[in-house]
Nanobody, 114 residues
Framework: QVQLVESGGGLVQAGGSLRLSCVASGSIFGINAMGWYRQAPGKQRELVVIITSGGRTNYADSVKGRFTISRDNAKNTVYLQMNSLKPEDTAVYYC????????WGQGTQVTVDS
């Protein structure tokens, strides 16, 4: 089994920044694709960004230029630096790891106040 634990969410004013972290533990083999998704109230979960095992990234258009994903493979950790936050970024953010199947964290709330 794989466990993912997110941290770093909170309340921030529009234009502010937050940094999310996700630590993976358990039966992890090699370097896997990881990513961040988010789900706003009443909406479906959507992709924010993924980073492949080779380090390639794919961002949602809505966050390009504002969010940056990075990873520390030695620590099995992925980060999401979120700048210039907007009220529409308000959501629960979930960490994802792909290893034979999708694994999900419990989510961390990000609230952007206008």
């Amino acid at each position: 089994q794989v466990q993912l634990v997110e941290s770093g969410g909170g309340l921030v004013q529009a234009g502010g920044s937050l940094r999310l972290s996700c630590v993976a533990s358990g039966s992890i083999f090699g370097i896997n694709a990881m990513g961040w998704y988010r789900q706003a109230p009443g909406k479906q979960r959507e992709l924010v960004v993924i980073i492949t095992s080779g380090g390639r990234t794919n961002y949602a258009d809505s966050v390009k230029g504002r969010f940056t994903i990075s990873r520390d493979n030695a620590k099995n950790t992925v980060y999401l630096q979120m700048n210039s936050l907007k009220p529409e970024d308000t959501a629960v953010y979930y960490c994802n790891l792909q290893q034979m199947r999708d694994y999900w964290g419990q989510g961390t709330q990000v609230t952007v106040d206008s």
